[in-house]
């Protein structure tokens, strides 16, 4: 442990130095590395007989924070770690529901007052995460009648993961404490497995949204939207408009790709968008997140995307995978939620250089170059997401489903 | 103003066919039940409550001139008259006394004038063309000024200022000559006379112009009545005002547009006209023309309607142009499919013939001029809507001057002949834009109206004169009043957006700063052309201060903006405006976030075709423009697009915005909003100068 910890922090302090350079870019790459990063940290945490879930929590939240300082705007990257977290919480949940059934007949009696002190005095998060989780658990009708006996139970779950006094048996500590590390463990990995499938898992949806003929536009380019359209290519002839995507272009690289797989692929210039928008039957994007208000913070130009759609009653679809929703809502997201990149990118300085040789007042010229744009849900007609198609109006419920609350502040 | 104008409303078309037919006798005639001394000096009254935004009227020049189109009213009708077959003028002409009365020489020039299609040639009075200019400005003035009582509307009276700026003095003069003589000459005789001069002229007539004759009675009726209900309610209140009111609101729509044409087109029978028997004699004929006449406004209704465009994917007529073509063109390979009815060749490909031919003796070779405009125009040396039209305009300027009529033929038709055939050079060069097509159109006009008796000197000169004018009133003076306008809509502490370069937004922007508001700018620009480098860098250079992105950032960089100023390449009379491509998207985010969009655009690029999208008509620029970005080495990917069968790039040059987008629409006539577009097309179509 002790020598397998610098290397941590040696490749967390990589990884966020790559945040901040933006050599790590994108939402799927940054949230693989960060499950990955995570994976180690909590296969590298010694785990203490007591409190085994909150010293997980604590050591996953702090590199957590630490690569989500390194790139804010990168929300899958928060997102993982919440989702870590909350895997970390539900193991623990289930480990603890195992282990109380016996448990429970000892400590029946004073479960009541044992539970309601340990709410007051608040060590534990763990209990409290415990104590939510019955008010989280996706009211299914399983669950309604699974729940009423556990309920007890779950509140009798705090006095067991902190009073010491209540493990008696130190070998089934032992176990238990690899048995969560295992489990969430097994847990992150799955959430890997999801975060590099998704798009495969979404694309096998095309089929259902495209049909023959169809006239679809996009903007940018994403990893879901080529695997959308490729699999729907498969058994479907249809026409793509894509748009360049200023400043990125990359606009042209999906436009390749998608003409070498023998779709009618047409590049427009952004500005062309309105022209356009009136002879397409939907427009398919790629998110970059999703907010929890159903909002989508996307490439720039997708706002003026959407609203010619709307405009002109064309279904704006958002392909997404689960890692990029983001249990925030924004607050100003055009400028809190944004990324300036380099005036470079759309103005040579030699271009304007003699222009700006005054001398009497500071800079006169300004340069804006967002990276991102957010797009109202009211905006955006369907998410379509590896766990299928979803509302705007859905998504706070997902958040609900996937994030445990008290992690959405971190 | 609204109750006003729905009561208006039905005898709306009954008036702008009157109107059409006798704009001058028309205006004369309610006025005429007064003693032809008092209404002179009233109408400065009259004329100060105009409902038009801007009352920058000339008060002393107007008030001169409020009468002036008293004397010189038929020559208007039988500018009219011009229109239909000639068996409808001529027997009328024939029969018409007063031209008897007038002379001979007097008589059949003044026919010339409309027959001047049929090709009769008489002798000419037109000798004072050179000195006319001056004066016809002015009673091009005449016209505008009634237009502006009767348009109880938000046009403004730019056109009348930018006329009297040019010719001050003359204006004066002008009015002096015409109007002292004719006021008292005309008026009177006129409305005495309608309705015996109708009937006499019915008597004789054989059968079929029964109909005719007595229509021309009834409405000669008509007139009297009104005439007489106008004086009625003159009676009791300032009596020259009220009538004069009454006229300007009779007259409204149509009439004065009409009479505006025929004022500043009958030239040669102006000057008849110094002699104001001729004018007061001339009535009949007019009462009379007006069948005909009606005729002629169905006629004109028709040609209204745009003719339909060609349409590339039509292939016999693709094939039957490319073979008039002085250029080899080589179509585009992968062209987009939905876009097959607008031309695309490859780009560079005409350069060659272009440059192979330049040096040819061919008699259609281009105008060395008109030539080097259509280069400018295919290497995109010159761009814009204004820009393009100027040089067009000034190089067909240069071809008139050099130009000699052929043996054996009449210089109207040849030279109409030769404007198209450089027309069509341009076109492909470059297909002409709106504005450059409504000048075109006004050439045309000007050209097919020259009387055929004019000298080609004359006739020349007048052409240059007017090509010069248009430029100076319809682009020059209309850019400056549309700043003046824009102007005050400009605070300090503004964020103004705009998209691209508009040569009236860099107007606009410079003249506010120059004002001292403090403001700032903001420029979105985008691919190809990055145009709006062009504005950064010479707004930079004035010193203001300036924000630039591009146009996927409209979003983000709309958040602050108070104002959004655009340009526009044409305003159709749906009120949707055609303009560079991302104009739209522009105006649509702005709208979306609730700042108000003002589209900056002279009236002469106002167009009566309408459009909903920005597909069925539009220009294709070329793609290859788009495969590479200026400063950005990693940007390769669609090199080489031509070779693959799927991929297509299409690079559109304009977008339409539709009309609820808009806010308000800034023209030399004022402020209007997008709807109010097909109003001012209807006021201002029937004047081929304008449109």
């Not at chain 2, 009297?164 to 005789?189: D, R």
């Not at chain 2, 306008?485 to 705009?498: F, M, W």
Request: aromatic share 4%.
């Amino acid at each position: 442990m002790g020598a397998a910890m610098p290397d941590l922090q040696a490749a967390v302090d990589d990884f966020c130095t790559k945040l901040r350079r933006r050599q790590v870019e994108g939402s799927m790459d940054t949230a693989k590395f960060t499950a990955l990063l995570l994976r180690q940290v909590i296969s590298h945490q010694r785990i203490p007989p007591s409190a085994q879930a909150s010293t997980l929590i604590d050591a996953v939240k702090s590199v957590g924070l630490r690569m989500i300082d390194a790139n804010r705007l990168e929300l899958a990257i928060g997102n993982v770690v919440r989702r870590v977290l909350h895997i970390i919480r539900e193991e623990d949940a289930s480990l603890e529901t195992d282990g109380v059934t016996g448990i429970n007949l000892i400590t029946d009696s004073d479960d009541e007052n044992d539970g309601y002190n340990i709410a007051q005095s608040g060590v534990s998060a763990a209990a409290v995460a415990a104590a939510n989780r019955s008010a989280l658990r996706a009211p299914s009708l399983h669950n309604l009648l699974e729940w009423i006996p556990s309920s007890g139970a779950t509140t009798t779950v705090g006095p067991t993961i902190t009073d010491p006094e209540v493990r008696s048996r130190s070998s089934d500590k032992n176990s238990r404490s690899w048995k969560l590390k295992h489990s969430v463990i097994e847990g992150v990995n799955e959430l890997l497995n999801d975060i590099e499938n998704y798009h495969s898992q979404v694309a096998e949806q095309a089929l259902e949204h495209i049909h023959q003929n169809e006239v679809i536009l996009t903007q940018g380019r994403s990893r879901t939207l080529l695997h959308f359209l490729l699999e729907a290519r498969k058994k479907r002839s249809f026409q793509v408009f894509i748009c360049e995507g200023a400043p990125r272009y990359d606009g042209h690289i999906l436009a390749k790709e998608l003409a070498e797989a023998d779709l009618q692929t047409t590049v427009i210039t952004d500005s062309a968008v309105f022209a356009m928008i009136s002879r397409v039957n939907m427009v398919i994007v790629g998110a970059h997140a999703v907010m929890a208000n159903g909002g989508v913070i996307g490439p720039v130009g997708l706002h003026m995307v959407a609203l010619a759609a709307r405009r002109h009653a064309v279904p704006f679809v958002v392909l997404t995978g689960l890692h990029k929703l983001c249990p925030l809502y924004p607050h100003n997201p055009h400028v809190l939620l944004n990324d300036m990149r380099s005036p470079s990118e759309i103005l040579d300085f030699g271009d304007v250089s003699d222009c700006l040789d005054d001398t009497t007042g500071g800079p006169r010229l300004r340069a804006v170059n967002p990276a991102f744009d957010y797009v109202p849900p009211e905006l955006i007609s369907l998410f379509i997401t590896d766990s299928g198609g979803h509302n705007p109006s859905y998504l706070y419920r997902l958040v609900a489903e996937y994030y445990s609350p008290e992690d959405f502040a971190l | 103003m609204e109750t006003r104008r729905g009561a208006r409303m039905v005898i709306d078309p009954k008036v702008r066919q009157v109107g059409f037919v006798t704009p001058g006798s028309e205006l004369g005639r309610p006025a005429a039940p007064e003693p032809p001394g008092a209404a002179a000096p009233v109408p400065v009254v009259a004329n100060s409550p105009s409902p038009v935004i801007i009352p920058l009227l000339l008060i002393p020049d107007t008030s001169s001139l409020r009468t002036t189109p008293l004397p010189v009213p038929s020559p208007p009708s039988r500018r009219v008259v011009a229109a239909p077959p000639a068996d409808d003028s001529m027997p009328l002409g024939s029969y018409n006394p007063s031209d008897a009365i007038l002379g001979s020489s007097q008589g059949s020039s003044e026919r010339t004038g409309n027959n001047d299609k049929h090709g009769s040639a008489p002798t000419d009075s037109l000798a004072d063309m050179s000195l006319s200019n001056a004066s016809t400005l002015a009673i091009r003035l005449e016209g505008l000024n009634v237009t502006n009582d009767g348009i109880s509307n938000v046009l403004s009276t730019s056109t009348v200022r930018s006329a009297v700026a040019a010719a001050p003095t003359s204006v004066e003069h002008a009015f002096q000559t015409s109007s002292g003589q004719g006021i008292i000459g005309s008026v009177p005789a006129v409305s005495v006379d309608m309705a015996a001069a109708a009937n006499p002229q019915a008597d004789p007539r054989p059968m079929p112009l029964k109909d005719r004759t007595s229509k021309a009675e009834r409405r000669a009726i008509q007139e009297a009545q009104r005439a007489a209900k106008a004086a009625a309610k003159g009676v009791g209140t300032d009596i020259a005002a009220i009538a004069d009111g009454n006229v300007a609101n009779e007259v409204k729509s149509s009439k004065p547009s009409s009479q505006k044409k025929g004022l500043s087109e009958k030239k040669p029978a102006v000057f008849s006209d110094k002699k104001p028997v001729v004018s007061s004699d001339k009535k009949p004929v007019v009462s009379s023309d007006k069948k005909s006449a009606e005729k002629a406004s169905e006629k004109d209704k028709r040609k209204d309607i745009p003719a339909p465009r060609m349409q590339f994917d039509d292939e016999q007529r693709v094939a039957k142009a490319k073979r008039r073509s002085l250029i080899e063109q080589t179509e585009a390979k992968n062209r987009v499919e939905l876009f097959r009815h607008l031309p695309q060749f490859l780009h560079g490909t005409q350069l060659p013939s272009l440059e192979s031919k330049f040096f040819h003796e061919d008699p259609l070779h281009p105008h060395p001029s008109v030539f080097q405009v259509g280069l400018q125009y295919l290497t995109r040396e010159i761009v814009g809507g204004n820009a393009r039209c100027i040089a067009m305009l000034m190089a067909f300027r240069d071809m008139i001057n050099d130009y000699s009529t052929p043996m054996e033929k009449t210089l109207v038709r040849d030279l109409t002949a030769k404007i198209n055939s450089h027309v069509s050079f341009l076109i492909t060069c470059r297909p002409i834009s709106i504005s450059m097509g409504n000048a075109i159109k006004f050439l045309k006009t000007r050209i097919a109206s020259l009387p055929v008796t004019v000298s080609e000197f004359e006739a020349k000169h007048s052409l240059i004169l007017e090509i010069d004018r248009f430029i100076q009133e319809k682009i020059v003076f209309a850019d400056n009043e549309i700043v003046k306008h824009a102007v005050t809509k400009i605070r300090d502490g503004d964020v103004l957006l705009t998209h691209g370069s508009s040569c009236v937004v860099e107007m606009i922007l410079v003249r506010a700063f120059e004002l001292g508001k403090k403001f700032q700018v903001v420029v979105i620009d985008s691919r190809p052309r990055l145009e709006g480098k062009g504005l950064l860098r010479r707004l930079l250079g004035k010193g203001l201060h300036c924000t630039y992105t591009h146009i996927n950032a409209a979003s983000y960089a709309m958040q602050g903006v108070t104002r959004v100023f655009l340009g526009a390449a044409s305003v159709l009379s749906n009120g949707t405006v055609y303009s560079r491509v991302g104009t739209a998207c522009v105006a649509m985010v702005a709208h979306a976030l609730g700042v108000p969009v003002m589209i900056c655009c002279e009236t002469y690029k106002f167009h009566e075709r309408v459009q909903l999208d920005s597909i069925c008509s539009n220009e294709l620029g070329d793609p290859d423009a788009l495969v590479e970005v200026h400063g950005r080495k990693d940007v390769y990917s669609l090199r080489g697009w031509a070779d693959s069968k799927h991929l297509h790039v299409l690079n559109l040059m304009y977008d339409a915005t539709p009309a609820d987008y808009v806010s308000m629409i800034i023209t030399e006539l004022g402020m209007v909003p997008p709807t109010s577009v097909p109003v001012i097309l209807r006021e201002y179509r029937k004047v081929p100068y304008v449109m």
